[in-house]
């Protein structure tokens, strides 16, 4: 892609429209379909443009965690009391550096609703928590710790609240499905019975523009360019940059080489077709970053880098584990575990079994395996000495692990070589206001563009917290699909 295929077309260039609609959504994942079901809702004629040949992009391949808070009917049901405020503490503190603190707001605030919103279009909840370490629930359990809210340090900043809400996980006409197509199969059934239409292989490569306003979209179905006219507004929701080799270079380069939890349609056009007509980016560098550990063995392990020091809470997030060792361990780890504390994590439930592989060495004392690992003389010995001092005493005054997972290692142990057991996306993006307006560099709203998703800079800037891609992308999504269908900006 050249950025001279890149560059607004004036409108007067245009010489034959093939589609004209009110509000014109380029991406049919969990952003565009938010937006359409608003603009349609708002009497808005709608056209989703979609490259694929269906609807869902990443979203439909989700665990589908949508991370909501403040008092859910769902966290309520299972008793846990939340509060936009307690949830607002944990993601400012979660989620930066440089947090979005007015997004960050506005979300948590905006949360009850919009779980309500979301339930309204047929999205189900199962009333179940799963409350063990994990990315995932096993079953179709409607909500579990998805962001290290009840693990140090944040469990000492916010009342720690389950927020991971999954949609349940099981359709019973066509079988099993993930959480991520049961939150994409109701809206977008909900979209087209609103009357949105959607053109599929259709994929968005320029934007039309009129002086400053956008007025359209260049796109290209089966091998031709069209033109199609939006009267209203254009909402870009064509995902993030995960797979653009060049932006991931030029801006987030420890995913080189890794990109993961991201679908190859994200290649970043969305985000370069607005640059190209001014709009602002915001943290292009921050990214999610999964880590292929088994979270039951590490919380009941210690993950050591590469000089054989503990370095993050093993209980933890495994998003927060992954972030840890990527930015701060050059991507170096190992996990170090006893037999008694294997076999109990191996006895355990898990929705990632693709995790659980055979150590890479064992050894009968903690010694023979530092000298195995290679690590030098004394390292991993005295990491081991003083973590099952303090265990014994169920402390963890290093990284405050919980007490119910503080034991001291004993007799046989292994080690799990996890050096570059890292992928994941993006989460930078265009820069817009709480209205999923797109601004223009120069800070003012760009006319007639709107974008959600992950084109776009959300509310996790630095950290992340499982469901934030899901749940902002649908909140601002909306916002997107309001503020386009009253056209005007003023
Ligand atoms: C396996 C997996 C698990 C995940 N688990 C979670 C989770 O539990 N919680 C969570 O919050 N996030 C999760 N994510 C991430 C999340 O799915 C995405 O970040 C989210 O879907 C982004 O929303 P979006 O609307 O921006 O993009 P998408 O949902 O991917 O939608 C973008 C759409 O735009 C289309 N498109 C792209 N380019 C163009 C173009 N030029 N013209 C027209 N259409 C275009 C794509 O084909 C796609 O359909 C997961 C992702 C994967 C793959």
Sequence with gaps: MTAGKLRPVPAAAIAEWHETADVVIAGYGIAGVSAAIEAARSGAQVLILERTSGWGGAAALAGGFVYLGGGTPLQRALGFEDSAENMEKFLLAAVGPGADAAKIADYCRGSLEHYDWLVGNGVPFREALWDEPGWEPPHDEGLAYSGGENAAPFNAVASPAPRGHVPRMRDKRTGERGGGYMLMKPLAETAEALGVRVSYDVRLTRL??????????????????????????????????????????????????????????????????????????????????????????????????GQGQRYVTEDTYPGRIGQATLFH???????????????????????????????????????????????????LQTTVEVYNTYAAQGLDPLFGKKPEWLRPLTGAVAAFDLRGATAGFPLGGLRTDLDSRVLHVSGEPIPGLFAAGRCTAGICTGGYVSGASLGDGSFYGRRAGLAAAKGEVE
């Excluded at 007025?215 to 033109?227: C, D, P, S, T």
């Excluded at 990214?287 to 210690?302: L, W, Y």
């Design 329 to 379: 361990q050059d991507n170096q780890a190992f996990l170090v575990i006893d037999e008694q504390a294997h076999e109990e994590a191996l006895a355990t439930e898990t929705a990632t079994p693709v995790f659980r592989v055979p150590p890479t060495w064992a050894a009968e004392t903690v010694a023979e395996l530092e000298a195995d690992m290679g690590l030098p003389e004394l390292a």
């Design 208 to 305: 039309i523009v009129d002086g400053e306003r956008v007025v359209g979209v260049l796109a290209r179905r089966y091998g031709r360019e069209i033109a199609v006219r939006a009267e209203l507004g254009v909402v870009l929701a064509t995902g993030g940059f995960a797979y653009s080799e060049q932006m991931v270079a030029d801006h987030a380069p420890r995913l080189i080489g890794r990109p993961g939890a991201a679908i190859e349609e994200h290649d970043g056009v969305g985000i370069l077709a607005a640059t190209a007509f001014g709009a602002a980016t915001a943290h292009m560098d921050a990214t999610e970053v999964a880590f292929f550990g088994d979270p039951q063995m590490m919380a009941r392990g210690i993950l050591v880098n």
